[in-house]
């Protein structure tokens, strides 16, 4: 699923994300979500969440269940 969408996340899905420092690598981290700090519907980089350990980046997957 795409993650430029707020609509797509809600807290508690597994995303993989890009941390700020990790954008020019586009290395990925995954977690849970656990606040979406985006406000707007749509993104085109990602909508930014905090993951349940606490690091903030941007969506770039959605880990289907």
Do not use: C, E, W
């Amino acid at each position: 699923m795409n993650g430029q969408y707020r609509k797509n996340i809600t807290p508690g899905l597994s995303v993989n994300i890009v941390l700020k420092q990790d954008q020019r690598t586009g290395k990925l981290t995954s977690g849970i979500v656990k606040d979406i700090l985006t406000n707007s519907a749509f993104h085109p980089h990602g909508i930014k969440v905090r993951l349940q350990d606490g690091q903030v980046g941007r969506v770039k997957d959605i880990i289907a269940k």
